[in-house]
C-alpha cells in the first residue's frame, strides 16, 4: 500500500516569513495530492491540491509541487499569518488516500 | 450547505465495552468515508464506501469493528469490544465522487477507553 512520509513534524515560524512542508509518497499509481489544515477539535480542511498531470498550482499565498519522478510533493505558504497556525496533512492515493503523519505549524507574531 | 455531522462529539467507555458512532454526509455525497485518528498521527482510512457498497475495508480490524450504510446516506461504526488502543478520533468524511474529489470532514468523535 502507500506510505506517505511527511517532514518537518512541527515547524515555527515568524509572522511574514515562508513555511514550507514536504511529504514524498511510494506508489508511483498515486494520481492525487491533497493537503489538509486541521485546527484544534475540529475535522481536516482541504487547502489545495494538486494532480499528477501538474507540476505546480498556487492559490494566492498557498502553493503545492509535484515531482512525480522524485515522488515528493511540498506546501509553500508565503506571508505567514497567526491564523495560518494549525496541523498540515499531505495525502496521496487514488482510489484511496493514505496521510502523513502532520506538520505543527506555529507562527509567531 | 450543511457540513458532515457526527455523533456523540465525546465519548468515554471501559474497555470490552461497545460503542457506536453516527455519521450523515452531506447530501447527494456517494462516496463515505470512516477515519480513525490517533493522538499525533494522521487519519487513518478505516472503511470507505460508495453508496450502499464497501470500496475498501482493508484497515479495518474486522474481528472487533463493523460499519454500515442505510440507503447510501448515513453510517454507523461500531466497536465491539473496545480495546485501550481504540481510543482516538474517529472521523466521517464524505466526497461527491470517490477519492479524488475533495473529501469533506466532519468534527469527529474522541473516544477514550479505560
Known amino acids: 500500500g502507500e506510505n506517505v512520509e511527511q517532514h518537518p513534524s512541527t515547524l515555527s515560524v515568524q509572522e511574514g516569513d515562508s513555511a514550507v512542508i514536504k511529504c514524498t509518497y511510494s506508489?508511483?499509481?498515486?494520481?492525487?495530492f491533497p493537503w489538509y489544515k486541521q485546527e484544534l477539535g475540529k475535522g481536516p480542511q482541504l487547502i489545495i491540491d494538486?494532480?499528477?498531470?501538474?507540476g505546480e498550482k498556487k492559490d494566492q499565498r498557498i502553493a503545492v509541487t509535484l515531482n512525480k519522478t522524485a515522488k515528493h510533493f511540498s506546501l509553500h505558504i508565503t506571508e505567514t499569518q497567526p491564523e495560518d497556525s494549525a496541523v498540515y496533512f499531505c495525502?496521496?492515493?487514488?482510489?484511496?488516500?493514505?496521510f502523513g503523519a502532520g506538520t505543527t505549524v506555529t507562527v509567531r507574531a | 450547505e450543511a457540513g458532515v455531522a457526527q455523533s456523540p462529539r465525546y465519548k468515554i467507555i471501559e474497555k470490552r465495552q461497545s460503542v457506536a458512532f453516527w455519521c450523515n454526509p452531506i447530501?447527494?455525497?456517494?462516496?463515505l468515508y470512516w477515519y480513525q485518528q490517533i493522538l499525533g498521527q494522521g487519519p487513518k482510512l478505516l472503511i470507505q464506501?460508495?453508496?450502499?457498497?464497501?470500496?475498501?475495508d482493508s484497515q479495518l480490524p474486522k474481528d472487533r469493528f463493523s460499519a454500515e450504510r442505510l440507503k447510501g446516506v448515513d453510517s454507523t461504526l461500531k466497536i465491539q469490544p473496545a480495546k485501550l488502543e481504540d481510543s482516538a478520533v474517529y472521523l466521517c468524511?464524505?466526497?461527491?465522487?470517490?477519492?479524488?474529489?475533495?473529501?469533506?470532514f466532519g468534527p469527529g468523535t474522541r473516544l477514550t477507553v479505560t
Open positions: 468524511a464524505s466526497s461527491l465522487e470517490g477519492p479524488t474529489y475533495e473529501q469533506y
Open positions: 506508489d508511483s499509481a498515486s494520481n492525487y
Open positions: 494538486i494532480r499528477s498531470n501538474v
Open positions: 495525502a496521496a492515493g487514488d482510489y484511496k488516500l493514505s
Open positions: 447530501s447527494g455525497h456517494a462516496t
Open positions: 464506501f460508495q453508496n450502499n457498497g464497501v470500496v475498501d
